[in-house]
């Protein structure tokens, strides 16, 4: 399964892609050495502060469909923010947001939304991890051979993997469903 994952942003959506390399997902077992993760690709997308809103939102989604296009993604998550310390990004981020949903709507992709929260507590086992504990996991958890210098697309990749821990349990809960019956 190949997931997409995204860190959203007006001038910078972080993404990154991972595939799950077993039937079982991430709970492998008696597969010691072998990491069920993948890193595919990770980065960011960029828009100009100086361009109108609409065109910065028309990048988001031009480049969007390049990824889709390159990477085929079986199923994207997306960070959810609930509270904004700063209200003046919090437009700006919904729109963002916005346009990466319809975007994987328009082209039938499965997508889900994640609270950071909950990305941390999946990548590091604790909720109010620090941005350069999870850089740190996502690292490890992926064995990348070099440190990743972008927050958002680190963030991205924490919530690709997120996403790939919520369906690897999911295709557990369903096999137990199938196997009582």
């Known amino acids: 399964m190949i997931i997409l994952g995204i860190d959203p942003g ?16 991430c709970h492998q077992k008696g597969k010691k ?3 069920p ?3 595919l690709g990770f980065g960011c997308i960029k828009t ?5 809103t609409g065109e910065r939102l028309k990048r988001i989604h031009n480049e969007l469909n390049k990824l889709i296009r390159e990477y085929k993604p079986d199923i994207i998550y997306v960070e959810n923010v609930y509270f904004f310390k700063n209200l003046k990004t ?4 919904s729109q963002a947001k916005g346009v990466i949903l319809f975007t994987a709507a328009k082209k039938k992709i499965p997508t889900y939304e994640v609270a950071p929260l909950e ?4 990548i590091v086992g604790y909720g109010r991890a620090e941005k350069k504990q999870i850089q740190k996991m996502v690292e490890n958890l992926l064995k990348l051979n070099t440190p990743l210098k972008s927050d958002d697309a680190a963030d991205a990749l924490g ?4 996403g790939a ?4 349990f999911k295709r557990r809960l369903d096999k137990q469903k199938f196997t009582k019956l």
Do not use: H, W
């Open 119 to 122: 990305v941390k507590m999946s």
């Open 10 to 25: 007006t001038a910078t959506t972080g993404y990154g892609v991972i595939k799950s390399l077993s039937r079982e997902g």
């Open 159 to 162: 919530i690709a993997i997120c």
């Open 48 to 52: 100009d502060s100086k361009l109108a």
């Open 90 to 93: 919090a437009m700006p981020v």
């Open 33 to 35: 050495n072998q990491n």
């Open 165 to 168: 821990f919520k369906e690897s």
């Open 37 to 39: 993760l993948k890193c």
